[in-house]
T-cell receptor, first 113, second 112 residues
Framework: EAGVAQSPRYKIIEKRQSVAFWCNPI?????LYWYQQILGQGPKLLIQ????????DSQLPKDRFSAERLKGVDSTLKIQPAKLEDSAVYLC???????????FGPGTRLTVL | GNSVTQMEGPVTLSEEAFLTINCTYT??????LFWYVQYPGEGLQLLLK???ADDKGSNKGFEATYRKETTSFHLEKGSVQVSDSAVYFC???????????WGAGTKLIIKP
């Protein structure tokens, strides 16, 4: 069974530029999560989807971050414009349902200069 | 609110040493508790879990017991190997959406 796929693996941009990350969850997984992991910290949930609906986006900085999960499968996370403090690893995870085990992708390491 | 506190790293041990990584939590209700591991260059993987008090989770020689009286879920292994070098995260799941609340992670370095 294929795992959670993410791309790109690495991205370097300058502040005020925009960037987008892509996630393909495990087939059949209804719940999809985006996390931000700053170096030396645990992951912080940005947004949780159930199929193509948003369950929780309370910690998503909506002035600059947006996410969508069209058709309830793939998802994209966008940052526009980026700030220096957005430098982090962005993790995507999926699970069968909200109470199920979360499976993580390898992450995208973003560096904002 | 819910929170997880785990011991700061890095923890450096020699091969075959005994390992303990402390984890304590604050939560309302009865959360599930997890240990995740992140090997260099890889994604987070579930190592073990426990869903109720006195449960013991185990996997790959690692164990952790859900202690409600001390609100703890310490990770232990009797004899570590170089391949166990990684970052270990303690987490809890609670609330209506079962969202994970994470500790800051503990980096483990095993020297041959």
């Amino acid at each position: 069974e294929a795992g959670v796929a993410q791309s790109p693996r690495y991205k370097i941009i300058e502040k005020r530029q925009s960037v987008a990350f892509w996630c393909n969850p495990i087939s059949g997984h209804a719940t999809l999560y985006w996390y931000q992991q700053i170096l030396g910290q645990g992951p912080k949930l940005l947004i949780q989807f159930q199929n193509n609906g948003v369950v929780d986006d309370s910690q998503l900085p909506k002035d600059r971050f947006s996410a969508e999960r069209l058709k309830g499968v793939d998802s994209t996370l966008k940052i526009q414009p980026a700030k220096l403090e957005d430098s982090a690893v962005y993790l995507c995870a999926s699970s069968l349902g909200t109470a199920g085990e979360q499976f993580f992708g390898p992450g995208t390491r973003l560096t904002v200069l | 609110g819910n929170s997880v506190t785990q011991m700061e790293g890095p923890v450096t041990l020699s091969e075959e040493a005994f390992l303990t990584i402390n984890c304590t939590y604050t939560a309302t209700g009865y959360p599930s508790l997890f240990w995740y591991v992140q090997y260099p260059g890889e994604g987070l993987q579930l190592l073990l879990k426990a869903t109720k008090a006195d449960d013991k989770g185990s996997n790959k020689g690692f164990e952790a017991t859900y202690r409600k009286e001390t609100t703890s879920f310490h990770l232990e292994k009797g004899s570590v190997q170089v391949s166990d070098s990684a970052v270990y995260f303690c987490a809890l799941s609670g609330g209506s959406n079962y969202q994970l609340i994470w500790g800051a992670g503990t980096k483990l370095i095993i020297k041959p």
